[in-house]
């Protein structure tokens, strides 16, 4: 059967976790139009698929009421440590046999702490470098030779963070957030992004490196679609979530994917974990087993909306 193609399309997700607490809750949903909608004005001027995802996460990443960039949650001993990545999937030149070719670029950083959008140092990665992931010393010279600012690691602890590692000093129970930010669009041209930015899980260990920033696991994009994750890295990374999601899209729909690869996760991996797909139609997946995930979403006949997506069945 033929699908209907609704492009350009883009969602975006604030990371699957805890219910925010009441009084965030306002404040949570418009960061989230206000980053759909930064993606949304790209698209509509005909824009690229990837300076769409960056512009959306880009925005999360600035509001401290997401765990990325400036809301990074802190680690054990009190420092913000960030991973982020982006890949793409380009159409290229067809080639001679007529199939249509696509050419997969991808970058990611981690550990990083002196710079305060880490989504588009991924993206310097994969644009400036012929590496996949950097980290360390080299990550924040690359930094300067982008153009992009580095900070006093300290400049990157936001007060509500601060807050919240305190109160987990005193009680262990109280910080269990484990949200991480992401974006995936595909463009007018058929060009599909995915962008996954994290402060990671609360209290880890310094020096922890979650799923975010690796290819196939925080993120994936191919000829088929793109797909971004949120939740408990370990349990993803054993999944290799994002790259499932994707290879399925050859046999069903987008919905389903993202529902029977959170399924599968949570029987094989045992995590709480949400994931975001976009398709090669501009169709939507959202599924998570965690207690809440907050999505929002643009397409040209539906415009932005925001939503909480529902909870898997228990399987
Ligand atoms: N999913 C974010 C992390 O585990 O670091």
Request: charged content about 25%; overall charge positive; hydrophobic content about 30%.
């Given at each position: 059967m033929a699908h209907r193609v609704n492009l350009p399309a883009l969602i975006v997700?604030?990371?699957?976790?805890?219910?925010?607490?009441i009084d965030e809750r306002p404040g949570r949903q418009r960061g989230l139009l206000a980053a759909v909608?930064?993606?949304?004005r790209i698209l509509r001027d005909g824009g690229d698929a990837l300076d769409t995802v960056c512009a959306a996460v880009t925005m999360l990443e600035n509001d401290p009421l997401f765990n990325a960039g400036y809301g990074s949650c802190l680690t054990s001993d009190g420092h913000v440590e960030m991973d982020a990545g982006v890949a793409t999937a380009r159409r290229a030149n067809t080639s001679p046999g007529g199939r249509r070719r696509f050419e997969i670029c991808a970058g990611g950083v981690v550990l990083v702490s002196r710079v305060r959008n880490p989504i588009l140092l991924a993206r310097a990665v994969m644009e400036?470098?012929?590496h996949l992931l950097m980290g360390g010393g080299g990550v924040e010279r690359l930094a300067r030779d982008a153009g992009l600012r580095l900070c006093r690691p300290a400049s990157m602890v936001?007060?509500?963070?601060?807050?919240?590692w305190q109160a987990?000093?005193?009680?262990?129970q109280a910080d269990v957030q484990h949200g991480t930010v992401g974006a995936v669009a595909i463009d007018r041209a058929g060009n599909f992004a995915a962008a996954t930015s994290t402060g990671g899980v609360a209290g880890k260990l310094p020096g922890r490196i979650g799923d975010s920033a690796i290819l196939g696991a925080g993120l994936y994009a191919n000829e088929r679609g793109a797909s971004s994750a949120t939740g408990h890295g370990e349990a993803i990374l054993r999944a290799a979530l994002s790259r499932e999601a994707v290879e399925r899209l050859r046999a069903m729909p987008a919905q389903r994917v993202a529902e029977l690869v959170i399924a599968r996760m949570a029987r094989y991996a045992q995590g709480e974990a949400g994931i975001i797909v976009v398709d090669a139609s501009g169709r939507f997946g959202f599924?998570?087993?965690a207690a809440a995930m907050e999505i929002a979403t643009f397409a040209p006949t539906a415009g932005s909306r925001h939503l909480l997506a529902p909870r898997i069945g228990v399987v």
């Open positions: 997700h604030g990371g699957a976790g805890g219910r925010a607490a909608e930064a993606g949304a400036r470098t012929p936001a007060p509500r963070a601060l807050k919240r987990a000093q005193r009680d262990t599924a998570h087993n």
